[in-house]
């Protein structure tokens, strides 16, 4: 993948993908960690979860406003990186209150905002180099790899700390437990939900609970200290990235030096720079509804996984949910990749077979040490969506490839409205998968639950879409950016994300009130209708995008 591209690519790779880590590590685990420790409804959580999507995309406008001015965007980068690990620290301090975690939680967006634009500007600035401009939307697909090889690892550290942590006290894991405990200390417990605190509390503990009072506290203590434990994982990430950029910066193109001798156009007609930010905004549009609907993934699509989705499955179906087992297929799978690429020869042939092999005795390993049944905590399910990525980055890079040396490869914007419609039809798999479910309110510990088949199919498609559109959108803009807006631009897009992160709330406030098949079905809707506003305009973008 990395094939004919510039070494500055690395940087920015590595650089994303240790600051995504933290990143995700994070939002694998927020919303359990709002109603765990601050007893709070999914709706306020919700709030709180959106609020903050919506500030680490929107301040992305201030990054790449000050960027734009200065043209050091190298060292805003730096300071966005010390900002969040600063944050990060903040949130793994336990036992504070929940102004004190939504302070911290600013810290760390405003940081992205200083950060994640500006880091992306710079990628489309390696590649408005003539003799690497066919390659941007290549580019942009590895660069978002290296978000999602960090997303991937992201939540199974998460969990892996949690659970250490409420081990080492004597305790299992339940996620079921904090809401009783809430219920408990707030005197609303029915007669059956006290029934079944008192049994789960002797199971996790492992003997009989005679004073549930002090018990239920303790329990809730070491349960949200867990996930401090977890956020101070995030922040070790930080470092890491940190550290690759610093050391290798200098590989990263300076836009100022660039300027001063001459190298880099700094203007554009103001007609040509009408129409081209025309057309931004007109994506910009679009991908609101896009990011309302994929970020459900930490929201409504996690409730879902922990109040509707089985906990427990099959040693096979375990291969997925096990980081390890999970690596291996992913190995294998590249080594196959190897194998079919007729342009793999010798050693690397060699080397695919080795991988090949590797994995699958890496993961039949580890199927062999599997139980019959296998629990699982329900951020586990967030891996999906970046093992989905690294899987498929490769096989999508290489079918616009194969579709370009054909020349009927898709427009970028082509690419954008087709992610649309995958982003519909995903949602619609879990609108199928929920039709028999009862409501949120009417939910008990014996309420059925649903296959993990629902959810991974929606995470499949939905990665499918995002490879469609994410990437695609980042190198659209950096390709239409007028040049002296090029920060704020990539600023805009993430602010579009913000506007769409702000509207998540909807689907929590949706999820506690209406059916949840109905959930889904309002974000079928209004992906079709932004997929339908994309293509109607298509004409304008394609325009706009040629280089």
């Known amino acids: 993948m990395f094939k004919g591209h ?27 960690y709002l109603t765990a420790k601050y007893g709070l409804s999914p709706t306020k ?26 043209k050091n965007y190298k060292g805003i980068i730096f300071v966005g990186l010390i900002t969040m690990l600063i944050g990060y620290v903040l949130m793994s301090v336990p036992g504070l209150g929940l102004v004190f975690t939504v302070f911290a939680l600013f810290v760390i967006a405003f940081g992205n905002g200083l950060f994640k634009g500006n880091l992306q500007a710079v990628v489309g600035q390696i590649y408005d180099d003539k003799k690497y401009t066919h390659l941007r939307d290549s580019a942009f697909s590895v660069f978002y790899m290296g978000i999602n090889v960090g997303a991937l690892f992201a939540p199974h550290a998460a969990a892996g700390m949690i659970n250490w942590f409420i081990h ?21 417990l029915n007669v059956n939900e006290a029934t079944d605190l008192q049994e789960i509390a002797n199971q996790v503990s492992h003997k009989t609970i005679t004073d549930l009072t002090s018990w239920t506290q303790h329990y809730l203590d070491v349960y949200s200290t867990g996930f401090n434990w977890a956020f101070g994982v995030a922040g070790l990430t930080m470092v890491f990235s940190f550290l690759i950029y610093v050391f290798f910066k200098n590989r990263l193109p300076d836009v100022k030096k660039q300027e001063e001798t001459g190298e880099r156009i700094v203007e554009l007609s103001k007609t040509e720079t009408r129409q081209r930010l ?78 090949l092999a590797g994995g699958a005795l890496g993961a039949y390993y580890r199927y062999s040490d599997f139980s019959e049944v296998n629990p699982f905590s329900p951020e586990l399910f967030q891996p999906f969506n970046p093992s989905f990525i690294v899987i498929l980055t490769p096989v999508v890079v290489g079918l616009f490839a194969w579709l370009r040396k054909r020349n009927i490869e898709p427009t970028t914007p082509r690419k954008i409205g087709i992610g649309m419609m995958l982003t519909s039809i995903a949602f619609l798999v879990l609108l199928v998968g929920s039709l028999n479910l009862v409501p949120f309110r009417e939910l008990t510990p014996e309420s059925p639950r649903v296959g993990v088949g629902w959810l991974i199919s929606t995470y499949f498609i939905l990665t499918v879409a995002e490879l469609f559109l994410s990437p695609m959108g980042i190198s659209f803009v950096s390709k239409v950016s007028p040049p002296k807006y090029q920060g704020v631009m990539q600023g805009a897009w993430l ?20 059916q949840i098949w109905q959930v889904w079905l309002v974000f079928v809707v209004l992906s079709l209708i932004a997929s339908g506003f994309i293509f109607s305009i298509m004409k304008k973008l394609d325009k706009v995008s040629k280089d």
């Open 6 to 32: 510039p070494k500055s690519l690395y940087v920015a790779f590595f650089a994303n993908m240790g600051e995504r880590f933290g990143f995700y590590t994070m939002m694998g685990i927020l919303v359990y």
């Open 168 to 188: 080492k006290q004597g305790y299992e894991r339940n996620d079921l437990l904090p809401s009783l405990i809430h219920k408990f200390q707030e005197g609303t």
């Open 495 to 514: 602010g579009a994300t913000a506007v769409g992160n702000l509207f998540l709330g909807i689907g929590s406030y949706l999820y506690e009130r209406i």
């Open 278 to 355: 025309t057309a931004l905004f007109l994506v910009f549009a679009v991908v609101i509804f896009f990011w309302m609907a994929f970020h459900q993934n930490g929201l409504t699509m996690s409730f879902f996984a922990r109040d509707y989705t089985v906990q427990q499955v099959g040693s096979f179906a375990f291969l997925f949910f096990d980081l390890w087992s999970l690596v291996a297929l992913i190995v294998g799978f590249y080594g196959l990749l190897q194998l079919f690429d007729k342009n793999v020869k010798g050693k690397n042939k060699i080397i695919g077979v080795v991988m």
């Open 45 to 70: 959580a919700g709030l709180i979860y959106s609020i903050f999507y919506a500030s680490i995309y929107g301040l992305a406008l201030v990054g790449g406003i000050v960027a734009d001015r200065t």
